[in-house]
């Protein structure tokens, strides 16, 4: 008899242990799984920088919107002009609600990409995104806020006779991070997870969810 209880406990605890489990579960699924990104969920460093356009570019400017951050070069030869088509993408599948959404473009490489430079490339991608540089200084600062790592390499030289402009490539990290209308660096997308499917549904859900 005594044994048949202490089974019966057993088991009831064990379905209690199992509910609470599920629980557990789906209360991760609907609050992390159903976004593309990874969660982040702390305050945006803030920074200001100066636009392609010369003028002096803070991030609470954009409080209101949903904020993508990228970071990378005008004279990359492959991954950021992908990304910031991948960006394009993005937009265009969002339609009208585009209109709630700024990508800025922060160069990794601040010496050769002037004001004037990143305005005849970044819009390239997109009418309506912002190259972002600054001086050496203040783009190593924000970089390590944002823990974006930066190495410039040595400069190859051209092989001809008269081909001697210097040319050097930046590794750098290549991630998007996604800032929410209130100012949190809210999902971050490395490499592997620039999915434009994937980032116009987080933007959806949260543009619904914020209203």
Not at 14 to 26: K, M, R, S, V
Not at 116 to 132: Q, T
Not at 157 to 167: E, K, L, P, V
Request: with cysteine; charged share 25%; aromatic share 12%.
């Amino acid at each position: 008899m005594m044994r048949d209880k202490v089974l019966l406990s057993i088991l009831i605890l064990l379905i209690i242990a199992g509910w609470g489990l599920y629980g557990f579960e789906y209360y991760r699924s609907i609050n992390n799984d159903n976004y593309h990104g990874r969660i982040y969920h702390r305050q945006a460093p803030p920074f200001t920088l100066t636009d392609h356009n010369g003028e002096k570019l803070r991030l609470d400017k954009y409080r209101d919107k949903i904020v993508l951050i990228a970071w990378g070069y005008t004279n990359c030869p492959d991954i950021c002009p992908l990304t910031l088509g991948k960006l394009n993408t993005v937009m265009d599948d969002l339609g009208e609600q585009a209109q709630d959404v700024r990508v800025l473009y922060i160069t990794v490489d601040p010496e050769r990409d002037t004001q004037k430079r990143l305005k005849s490339y970044v819009p390239y991608f997109n009418e309506s995104f912002i190259g972002l540089t600054g001086t050496r200084e203040e783009i190593d600062n924000l970089a390590r806020e944002y823990g974006v790592t930066i190495v410039k390499h040595p400069p190859v030289y051209g092989r001809g006779r008269y081909d001697t402009w210097d040319r050097y490539l930046m590794t750098h990290t290549n991630t998007i991070y996604l800032v929410d209308k209130n100012g949190r660096l809210y999902l971050t997308y490395p490499h592997h997870m620039h999915d434009a499917k994937g980032i116009s549904q987080d933007i959806k859900m949260l543009l619904k969810d914020r209203g």
